[in-house]
């Protein structure tokens, strides 16, 4: 039981304030990291790349303006007087920072005073299980905003790509910047799925082998893995969507396929998702096969041995029985009492008769199939 | 079974009028509380907060205008007649008025002649399982009145941020009022699911132990209840979304954010439910597989003792024969007639070669499988 | 099996012309009960109410125009010309007259020619199950008539509030009492569905204590009740819905609340339906539980009994054998053959042996918790 | 199995050409029957009702124009060449005619050049199960065609009443007819669910009596059928819902209360057809219970009997045992060797002691009602 | 397990590149097969079929416009620069690029600056089981270009009809050639779907016959595949639909009538899929009913043995007491113990008693119905 406890799928805990807090009352956690800033500063012909500190370098450097696009990148809560200015900074309403600060929100696009608000939600295989993870994206004309509460995340490839100023970079702005983030997170559940993929094989085998109770409660645990996963992807799926049908400030039409591209990587996972889902309940149907079948095999064991042997004990209980051939009394002969026993091939006889009372009950096993392995 | 009965979760009793009672016929029960009046007035700077007793007094109240926000907080229906007042006192029409009182309606929107009607709805933990709350809201350009069954209610929170005046409520109208009031009354579910969650989880642990009938029970009202918040919540987020949708005259747009807000909350909520609900399936999946887990066990047992014991009944059963190695009447030897019985080591042969099919069966279970506990 | 047929809720019949009739052609029954025709008159300040005798006095009454809203209550088909001439009078289309006719129809609402069609459901709880009914409203600028298939029906609650002449009829027109007779149908849902939910409450005691096929049926044709009414209830919410969303000629745009308060009741209707569809769902589980609790139980049963004599049985059949002590022939004695019988304390000891291994099954069983009710 | 397979539903082929073969390439099969062309021409007054003989008299027939109403009425599809005649003077497109030769299509109506096509789908209850059908119209400004594959039909009612030119027909046009023909095709599904109806009726019964294989099979045949009959009149009420909601040419306004009447009739056959197929499912919850229940019934047999006799055969079986009163060695007395067996009463004690442990066993059975047919 | 562990349908693995990947990154893989390109132009009059040798050679196919159609037919990605020269050369954007090499997207209609970017997706029967296949087209005003992966192709039924130049080809444009594409694709579905309906019509009959493990995995795989077929069907119908809908500039008004019936088609073979679906459903209550069958089975054997042996070894066991007739001590007759051992007929009566016993159990078993089989 212990063993089971353990294995048992953590229930996900929301962090949520009490009942009545005055909303847009972001609580940032006492534990929260402090905050790192990095920026990156590019056009179309070179990129500068910078660490600021705090709050105040990033004002003085917000306040120059170039012209270039500029991702203005945030790790770490750090306390609720940096993440007010922050807010300020960027004029976000305070709602959309309780999103920020509240994690784990689920996927979605906003558009506030012509400052374009989008979440992305992802999931980190890690040993303890799936992580949830959470980009909070501002996207103004020519800035991208990430916020993120831990310091190591997914986005290092479309960084590398920044540095190296490939292809798009150059002539998309920032919406493009944006997507390339959004499709980064989302890139990140194919190999999720596909190790979810890999476990249900084995899985598979572990049933048909051995219907044991550790492999249901596996099976059990990935179902609501996939079930979390969907609602995650589902609701990708819908904020890309509405990006699409929207026309926000921000989002040029141009940039509308890339958009398109994620929403159809969505459907893609999402199609996956549900073939796996459907691959557990096919599990299960294993599961329970197996289960019937094991009990099938023991009663088949019993069935047999009992079938064999009962009658045969019989018989011999027929010879073990007292009836007298003589009268205790009178001495007289009672020839009518079990005169087998006194045959000179009694003994014989009966040993035989039941040998054949075997074969023949073995031929009736052979013939139901019985002894064959099911 | 009386046990069982008492599990039983009461099923929710609907207060209905006898049919064909005349519609907007207000049926105020004769146990219903006395009603208390508080008012609160506010505006950018200060808060003027009183009791009222009964209508009279009220309406000399209202019939001052001083152009701050009011909120009328009504607990208690006291009488028909005291509803009846009420209702023309703020010109409510009578079929909203039967909403108000015959507690528990679904959550809505209405307005009627530039009024808006809303009902909040919620749920309690008690010791006795959830228990319903409603709070019916009316709200005008400056005004909001609300009306509840009960003296406590869950709105405390939302009257000391007034009693504060902090944040939005200096700034904003009676529309941000009557916003906090359904955020607060929509948060108390957070804390009911959180503890919905630890029954699911204890009751995981005791289906593995034990798949008793009680636990069975548990997992059927559990559902049960899940059921009655999905429905609750669910009709939550179609008042919000039709309050997002709809342009209702009080609703002011700059408002709208916030009800964006707790539609959110409300989808979080479906979300949590939904995940529950998926939980408790694969309860029954674990109830059944312990149930059945359990028959084997026990056929394993019996099959085990059987398949070992009956041969071996039978080998002594041979021995047990009495067929005879002297003809009792000639006196003749019957040399084929069970010479093991004679022979010096016989018993202790038949002893060994039993031990030799013990060990042989053993060796048979071992294989199997049978002798380790699933 | 007989009284399981008898169980059998009957198969509701459909009434159906044969295929290729002519449409419209109006099919009454010969068994049709003759006609009866109530009028009742008013306006805000007076009521007329009497019998008519046949169409002929109908069509009298009709001839002279008072301007007041009248009431045409018309019981019992009569005959095919009856309805032919009904119909004329009023203008109906002769395939709405066969949908009055062929009861029972799909709840709907249908303008023609300035006239409304209405078609309101609803069942009676009898003493042999659920009956159903219906009645027909036609709806004009001001009148309405209402055709029913018996004399008996739900509406006297409408009749006495009408003349008492209270509330909402003196200032409403002849939508009002269209509404009124629909909202009056639809009130009797309400005490079938209670009546249900003891229903199902005592079949869930029953279905604990003693998993019977009786109890069993019981609940399947509980679910196709619910089903029925389900079914019946979700096109009454159509209709409703049709009227509110239409824009009926004759139903004026202040009534649509009342309109709008009949289809809140439906949801909730609706809601009751699906919530007890759900216990139906659950008490299949326990049903099902209780049927595996039982075999659990008659396994144990067997499998204490088998596996606490089997061995004792063996036991037993070792010192029933014959081994002999002295040899027959050479009368030498056979040291080594079952000296235990022939031990002083030979008897006791084995007896002593015995209750030890029955103790250990006992400790073995009690630890397994199979001697504990479940 | 030979009855099982012969048992099996057929599974119902799908005549499709080749992949890859072009599109509108009517292939006639060899077997077709040669094509009867019956026309029926008729105005209010008068109806006149001919044969031809092949394409050029219908093309002499077509070409005088009468300004009455045609019907015609092809029942055969003939040849390759015939079709194909028929086609051109149609002005059929090549992909319509295919989907008249390839039956069975969906039910649609599709307006092309003018001109609108109708498939109407039936079901034939014939000996063999449930056989398809197929009538495909073509409807002009005045005249029907409806081709079909067969010679027998289900559309006599319609000629019969077109013959005696009742009703509608003289007032009403060409779409008239073409809704009296669907119509009366729609009739058909009446008693084909009728007879549905009865055989679960019968089979209801038969699994409570006696759950066998073949039950099951019927009704797992049945949920089959039903769900093919939902499909055909899903379409048929898609098809009836797009020329309510289509403004097609030939269907004029006041024509579209018949059809919605058809309408409702294809909501009808669908309610009836889900309740069925609910019917079904329940039948395969009383069959499971059946079976189960059996299984018990087996097992309280087994448990019984072994409960009874297995601890009689115990005590038999250690007055079975030799322990002997005298050492044969020493001739000493070994007084605690089973002193029963010398008691002069022993045998009938044992006996008594035997009666007793069987009455207490019974008394347990009643008491645990095993004793009771379930 | 070896086995079941091949039985299992292989997973399909996603190609898709590590999460970051630039969009509209062309990853050929390696082992890609080096193009062939085949070029077919045609008028009303003629056609001209040659093979073309690397994209310079297209390039100037291409160059010299003769306002014929143009199927420009691709096999085969090469490399990477081949890939992006052909793109360039259409001006195809870098995403659908990307759909066309990572095979398997779903079908979808897009279109770019006036070319319609098309993907179809089909299924091969393989001896290994299913294989995908995709045909990627892009369609301008006269031309359409299509793309696959490998050389073999289902393609050819469309070239011979080019060839022959029969029937549309003449009259119809580059959406017609497109059209004939798709349609052929779609129409490999219904090879694949009747060997799906023999393989479940052979699995049924095993089932019924043998409930075995394997029978149950060619079950749950060919659910599996059912799935997926369904999923492709599915998004096949989308695709139509999305060219009936939208007004893509390539697709001619009068090529939508064959749109629409590749659109019946797929609804045709999604009725199919979803009637596969339900049997698969009914078979796995088959297998489950032939299980519980069969454990019914060997319980019925095991307690009819059980029934009749043990009551008669009982008895048996009863006449092997060795209840004394005579005190070893005293010398005493002991009339009570047993007299029935020493009467002339005891052993003759006590058979008789058994046989009596065994034929009133047969008739018990018979009138049951447990001797009869199931």
């Known amino acids: 039981m212990k063993r089971a406890a353990k294995n048992r799928t953590k229930?996900?805990?929301?962090?949520?304030?009490?009942?009545?807090?005055?909303?847009?009352?972001?609580?940032?956690?006492?534990?929260?990291?402090?905050?790192?800033?990095r920026v990156m500063e590019f056009d179309a012909v070179s990129l500068n790349e910078r660490e600021l500190n705090g709050i105040s370098e990033l004002n003085a450097f917000l306040s120059v303006s170039t012209g270039k696009i500029r991702w203005i990148d945030v790790h770490g809560f750090g306390s609720h007087s940096?993440?007010?200015?922050?807010?300020?900074?960027?004029?976000?309403h305070r709602l959309q920072m309780e999103d920020v600060v509240n994690v784990y929100q689920r996927p979605k696009a906003e558009e506030l005073s012509g400052q374009l608000f989008l979440i992305s939600r992802s999931v980190n295989e890690t040993l303890h299980g799936l992580e949830d993870a959470q980009v909070s994206l501002f996207v103004g004309e020519n800035y991208v905003l990430t916020v993120q509460e831990k310091y190591e995340d997914q986005l290092d490839p479309v960084r590398n790509r920044l540095r190296q100023l490939t292809g798009n970079f150059k002539t998309h702005g920032a919406d493009y910047l944006a997507y390339a983030i959004m499709?980064?997170?989302?890139?990140?559940?194919?190999?999720?799925?596909?190790?979810?993929?890999?476990?249900?094989?084995?899985?598979?085998?572990?049933?048909?082998?051995?219907?044991?109770?550790?492999?249901?409660?596996?099976?059990l645990s990935t179902k609501k893995e996939l079930l979390l996963l969907r609602r995650i992807i589902w609701s990708e799926r819908d904020k890309f969507n509405d990006i699409l049908r929207s026309s926000f400030k921000v989002i040029k039409e141009e940039s509308k396929i890339y958009i398109r591209d994620s929403y159809d990587h969505c459907i893609q996972l999402l199609d996956l998702v549900e073939s796996y889902r459907e691959v557990t309940a096919s599990l299960m149907d294993?599961?329970?096969?197996?289960?019937?079948?094991?009990?099938?095999?023991?009663?088949?064991?019993?069935?047999?041995?009992?079938?064999?042997?009962?009658?045969?004990?019989?018989v011999v209980g027929v010879y073990g029985m007292n009836f007298a051939p003589i009268d205790p009394e009178s001495g007289a002969t009672l020839a009518y009492n079990m005169p087998e026993l006194y045959s000179p091939y009694g003994y014989l006889s009966v040993m035989l008769i039941m040998l054949v009372m075997v074969v023949f009950q073995i031929v009736f096993f052979v013939k139901k199939g019985w002894l064959t392995k099911n």
């Open 183 to 219: 499709d980064t997170v989302l890139d990140h559940f194919y190999p999720v799925l596909e190790k979810l993929g890999e476990k249900l094989d084995d899985l598979q085998d572990e049933l048909l082998a051995n219907p044991s109770r550790s492999a249901l409660d596996h099976v």
């Open 11 to 37: 229930r996900r805990k929301l962090h949520h304030a009490p009942p009545g807090t005055a909303p847009g009352n972001i609580l940032v956690r006492e534990d929260a990291l402090s905050p790192k800033i």
């Open 286 to 314: 294993v599961y329970h096969s197996s289960v019937s079948n094991r009990l099938n095999q023991v009663m088949k064991v019993l069935t047999i041995i009992s079938t064999i042997f009962i009658p045969l004990t019989f």
């Open 82 to 92: 940096f993440i007010e200015q922050l807010a300020d900074l960027f004029g976000v």
